[in-house]
């Protein structure tokens, strides 16, 4: 069981900067893949940015440039540094986990609101 708790978000003017971080609980975080997604009003959720277990990373092209996703083993957490931001990354932020262990499972923080003022 892995529980997330994400926190950092906030109102910001656009071009200014934020960093997200997601706090994860239990023991398998080194072996989980860990994303971020963000879901804005009457849209669908959709992934911002990924980091493997390995390290690697992948990002949604919206994004691309501007945000960065790090995770810290030692830690159980994992942060998203958001820079030039614009009005279209107003969302509420998720953290998510996934691990594979002979089936794949799947967590999700509560959320986290980011607002980019124009």
């Known amino acids: 069981q892995v529980q997330l708790v994400e926190s950092g978000g906030g109102l910001v003017q656009a071009g200014g900067s934020l960093r997200l971080s997601c706090a994860a609980s239990g023991s398998i975080f080194s072996i989980s893949n860990m994303g971020w997604y963000r879901q804005a009003p009457g849209k669908q959720r959709e992934l911002v940015a990924a980091?493997?277990?390995?390290?690697?990373?992948n990002y949604a092209d919206s994004v691309k440039g501007r945000f960065t996703i790090s995770r810290d083993n030692a830690k159980n957490m994992v942060s998203l540094q958001m820079n030039s931001l614009k009005p279209e990354d107003t969302a509420v932020y998720y953290c998510?986990?996934?691990?594979?262990?002979?089936?794949?499972?799947?967590?999700w923080g509560q959320g986290t609101q980011v607002t980019v003022s124009s």
């Open positions: 980091i493997t277990s390995g390290g690697s990373t």
């Open positions: 998510n986990a996934a691990h594979y262990l002979g089936a794949w499972y799947d967590y």
